[in-house]
Nanobody, 121 residues
Framework: QVQLVEFGGGLVQAGGSLRLSCATS?????TAWFLQPPGKDREFVAV????????SYGDSVKDRFTISRDSAKNTLYLQMNSLKPEDTAMYYC?????????????????WGQGTQVTVSS
């Protein structure tokens, strides 16, 4: 079983930056970030595959967010730049995909508890 703990969320003004971290307890072939605005479905943000480190992004965050992973520290990161009010959401990390459709929440076996990001206008 893989345990995930996210941290680094907070309140930031539009145009600002935040870096989220997700500490993982074990190995996994891929890890991902999703966001969930209040009252809405969970939405794919980014995935990074291992080994190799190839990454893919959701259309709404492409060119603004960067996913990375430090295997030595078993930590996943999400660098978020040029933040917009519509990025306000709970952000979750996920691990151990059971399906190649990484953009679907149902493809992921393990989830963290989430960290809140609020972007003010």
């Amino acid at each position: 079983q893989v345990q995930l703990v996210e941290f680094g969320g907070g309140l930031v003004q539009a145009g600002g930056s935040l870096r989220l971290s997700c500490a993982t307890s074990g190995g996994t072939s891929a890890t991902a970030w999703f966001l969930q605005p209040p009252g809405k479905d969970r939405e794919f943000v980014a995935v990074i595959r291992w080994p190799g480190g190839t990454a893919s992004y959701g259309d709404s965050v492409k060119d603004r967010f960067t996913i990375s992973r430090d295997s030595a520290k078993n930590t996943l990161y999400l660098q978020m730049n040029s933040l917009k009010p519509e990025d306000t959401a709970m952000y979750y990390c996920a691990a151990s995909p059971t399906d190649l459709k990484y953009y679907l929440p149902s493809a992921w076996r393990y989830w963290g508890q989430g960290t809140q990001v609020t972007v003010s206008s």
